[in-house]
Structure formats: C-alpha cells, structure tokens
C-alpha cells in the first residue's frame, strides 16, 4: 500500500471518529434536555431563565453545616435530658442517647447513599412509592397499631416502631409536589373543571384528604394539622387560585373544629389549655406546668448543662415532646435563642435551595420539606409555652423516636441532593 492511500485511510478514519465523536456529544445533550435536572427553574422570569445556566455541582455545604450543629446540640440535650429516666425505667443513663445515636447513624448512612447517587427524577418515582407506603401503614395502624396516650398511632417490628403518620408527611410533600409540577400548564387555564379547579384543587385536595382521614381516625389531631398546612403550602406555590385556596382553609377549620367535639381526648386539652389556672395541676395540667416551670427556671444563662432539675420526674417524658423545656432550663434564654436561630436558618437556607432547584417538582420538594421542619419546630415552641394546646409535637432532631428522627434525616438528604443540581448566573 502506497504513503498516499494510507494518507487516505487516516483521513476517513479520522473523519469517522470525528462525526462519532459529534453524534455522542449530541446524543448526551439530547439526554441532558430530558432529564428533570435539566428543565427550567420555578418562579424564574424568562429574561432571567436566559442568564443562568444549568449546573450540576457539589452539596450545598452551607445547609449541610445547620443540619450536623443542630444534631450535635439535638444529641447532647437528648442524653441530658434522658439520663435520669433512662437510669430509673431501663437501668441504664444511656439508654435514649444509644438508640438517639444508632438511629442517627443507621439514617446518615443510608441516606449518604441518595445524596451521592439519586438524581432529580428518581425521586418523582419516589414519591409516588411513598404515597403508596403510607396509604398502606396508615390502613394497618388501625387494624394492628398499639395505642398510647389516647391514640392509636404506631406499629411494632420486633423492636422497631413505627409510626406511619411521620412517613405521611414527607409522602405528602412529595407527592403532591409531583401532581402540582405535572399539571403546572393545566392549573394555569381558566376553565374550572378542566382547568384550574380539576387539577389544581380537585386533584390536589384528594391527595391530601385521603391522607386527612386515616390520620384522623387514629386521633392524631397534631399530625392532622401539619399534614393539613403542609398540603395548603404546596398548593399554594404550586399555582391554585387564591379563592379556592381560601375555602379549602375554611373548610379545614370547620372540620378540625368538629374533631374537637366528637373527640373527648381532643377536647379536653383544649380545655386545659383556656382555663390552665382551673385545670387539676397534678393531672391534666401537670406537664404543661412543669414545663413552664422549666422554662422559667432557667433564666438568661441557665443553670448549665446537665442540670437541670425538672427532668428529675417533673416533665413527664423530658426527652419527648417537652425536650425544648429543658433547653431553656439547661441553657437558658441564650442556648433557647441559639436552637432558634439555627432553625431559622435552616429554613433560609433550604428555601434559598428551593429557589435555585432544577425544575418546579424540586422546588416543590424542597419548600415542602423545608417548611415541614420549621412548622414542626414552631408547633413544639408553641406547645411547650402554652401558645397552643399540648398536642403531642416532637422537636425535629431532638426529640427521641426513631421512625421521626431517622426520616428527618432522610429529608435533610433529599434536600441535599436536589442541591446538587441547580442554575446558576452566567
């Protein structure tokens, strides 16, 4: 063969990688373009859609360190406030700190998994099994569930207990995220029923309330409200018109109202709450005033970690619900202050998140998740202050319990892992 013919065969070669080469790059993009990752961001006017480009990057760091500091202060008050109780009822100091940290770590590495690996349309197909899940668990919990404190709420695994109204919060979230992303065009048009009414109040509000119903059969009425407010939130971002949205909330009203009369277990902390001076102080009223009494004990600085003496059998379950009682105590006016804050700037930062996510179902995701957190953390305040009746709300990442800390923990991934994919300013 002559220099000039394998001249030639180099060149068609060459030119044959080349065209390879550019139909692949071709095709990736094509890729890119369907991917969820890759559509428009929500709330984005077009002028300002042309100046962002798409990205796909590291974690957000910044949210990442507001979740691990308010875990390190969550874990270190969830074994000084159990400590004593732990050491009187199961022989040992560490009993909750132990299972705090075993669940705390089983969480973080599971979901490790997600941040690193999930993209943005796995989890569409998440939520979709999520909302199946806790269909199915809340159906179970009232044919096989253990009930404590006037209500029906758990299911036991060998020792795990679960509680399915904690799964139904995060399905909520994300299925309803998914509803309201797939007929973003739909709830835009102005017919009723095939437009705004079908698919951004009749769709969502199914959605919502067939969720509703099974947690209110388990006398769940706390669970109830937040999976109620985190339903209205999504909805209201996701584009349903403001006058339905002002009937469904009246709607809502009316029928948490007529739970309150049918239900005695209801009622009566209703009542104690109005009228705490005239409730029976060692009864009824008695955890809401030692919580009270925990936090105003506690003062500016106050009385140092691990001393507090309200946990010594006054606040009932210290390392529960009422956990933010002893914080205050604990630690005062300025380490209340300082879990505040933190809190708040977790929901700063995953809503700032939310407004750079990838597509609308994403943002949905993560405002839902976000605001599932703070609504959680303003309830139990409230509660613990005698703002609102004794309900029954942990506070997210300290209260002890497994099913909740563990998927608070998943959620914070979820939303870590949307934060990879984002757009940025050119």
């Excluded at 700190?97 to 943005?120: D, E, G, M, Q, S």
């Excluded at 769709?203 to 109830?224: F, N, Q």
């Excluded at 009566?268 to 060692?282: C, H, N, S």
């Excluded at 929901?347 to 939310?354: H, P, S, T, V």
């Amino acid at each position: 063969m002559s220099d000039k013919q394998k001249k030639n065969g180099e060149k068609r070669r060459g030119f044959f990688l080349r065209s390879a080469e550019k139909l692949n790059n071709a095709y990736e993009k094509s890729l890119e373009r369907r991917d969820p990752a890759y559509l428009e961001p929500i709330h984005k006017p077009l002028e300002e859609q042309e100046r962002r480009v798409e990205v796909r990057g590291g974690i957000d760091v910044y949210f990442l360190l507001i979740v691990l500091a308010i875990s390190l202060i969550g874990a270190v008050m969830a074994y000084s406030a159990s400590s004593f109780d732990a050491d009187k009822f199961m022989g040992d100091s560490l009993y909750y700190f132990k299972r705090h940290l075993i669940f705390y770590a089983v969480a973080t590495v599971f979901t490790a998994i997600f941040v690193i690996y999930a993209r943005p349309w796995f989890w569409r197909f998440f939520a979709i099994g999520a909302y199946a899940v806790s269909i199915v668990l809340l159906l179970a919990v009232l044919v096989v569930g253990t009930t404590g404190g006037g209500a029906q709420r758990w299911i036991e695994i060998g020792p795990l207990t679960i509680q399915p109204s904690e799964i139904a919060k995060m399905a909520v979230v994300m299925f309803l995220a998914l509803i309201m992303s797939k007929y973003e065009k739909k709830i835009e048009l102005s017919q009723r029923f095939g437009g705004h009414f079908r698919y951004g109040v009749l769709y969502p509000g199914l959605v919502v309330a067939s969720i509703c119903v099974l947690v209110m059969l388990e006398k769940h009425l706390s669970g109830l409200i937040i999976i109620g407010i985190l339903g209205l939130t999504i909805m209201f971002i996701g584009g349903t018109d403001k006058k339905w949205m002002a009937l469904i909330i009246g709607a809502g009203l009316v029928a948490v109202v007529a739970v309150l009369f049918v239900s005695d277990y209801a009622m009566e902390r209703v009542t104690t709450w109005l009228f705490l001076e005239k409730a029976d102080p060692r009864g009824s009223a008695w955890q809401t005033w030692q919580g009270l009494y925990a936090i105003g004990s506690g003062g500016f600085f106050g009385v140092g970690l691990g001393n507090s003496r309200q946990k010594y059998g006054y606040v009932s379950e210290p390392q529960n619900d009422f956990i933010f009682t002893i914080v205050c105590e604990e630690l005062g006016f300025v380490g209340a202050a300082i879990v505040i804050i933190l809190f708040g700037l977790l929901l700063w930062r995953g809503y700032k998140i939310a407004s750079k996510a990838p597509d609308k179902f994403c943002a949905l995701v993560v405002y839902g998740l976000t605001t599932k957190i703070a609504l959680q953390t303003i309830l139990n305040i409230a509660v613990v202050t005698n703002s609102m009746p004794n309900t029954g709300i942990a506070l997210p990442f300290f209260s002890s319990g497994g099913t909740a800390l563990m998927l608070q923990i998943f959620e914070m991934g979820i939303i870590l892992s949307i934060s990879r994919f984002s757009y940025v300013k050119k």
